[in-house]
């Protein structure tokens, strides 16, 4: 498994949102290209980019800091956040981008993205699934920065792609975000049984490196953590068993 580090965009600046809330953000003083050079010297050899603005309103908002963080080719971008019709899916990819994260559009325009899975390659898209727990604890999909909650399970959605070479899945569950309060690790032992095809990236409430290594022991092949690298609350050498350029 290897760790992601994430950052979040909002207004050109680095933010971290709590529970998905755009009214409670954290904003970092650290510019997005000193982050990224600090996470390559660290061994990361992937940055996980949302552009929040684009995921709120659909606008490529950050399109400018997009654009010079891709310029720099040690370190491989997947990006998300206003992915939503094919013009902006592909402007992504040819400013450098590696992999495009699709959201919103993986829930309202399935035939769509399962033309940009055979069109780009499974390879070039992750599609993201953001979730709450319902009161039986099901996973249900919300979309548009998270604004939107829908009654479809994690489990039709993943369904909704059988036979497209799908290879990439983001999970967020959207209770932990920001929240450090630990992983929904159940949540993604049950995404690797239904779906072992799957490279499952984990995402929300990582606080220490027992949270990556219980992620590990899950089966997820990607961990993404956002505010716990920010803080720098997990030592860097125990950080190393998961970057690859470690």
Known sequence: MRLIPAIDLKAGYCV??????????TRYDASPA???????????????????????????????????LAAQQAVKLQVGGGLRNTAA????????????????????QIEQVRNWLQHFGPERVVLAFDVRLDEGGAPRVATHGWQRQSDLSLWSAVENFSGSQLKHVLC??????????????????EAVQRHPEIGWQASGGIRDSADLHALQQAGASAAISGKALLDELIPREELQPFLPNA
């Open 16 to 25: 971290r949102l709590l529970h998905g809330d755009f009214a409670n953000e």
């Open 89 to 108: 899916v592909t402007q992504m990819l040819d400013i450098g981008v590696a992999r495009v994260v699709v959201g919103s559009a993986a829930v309202t």
């Open 34 to 68: 000193a982050l990224l050079e600090k996470y390559r010297d660290m061994g990361a050899d992937w940055l996980h980019v949302v552009d929040l603005d684009g995921a709120k309103d659909g606008s490529l908002g950050n399109r400018a800091g997009i654009v010079h």
């Open 172 to 189: 967020t569950d959207v209770g932990r975000d920001g929240a450090l309060s630990g992983p929904n690790v159940a949540l993604y032992v």
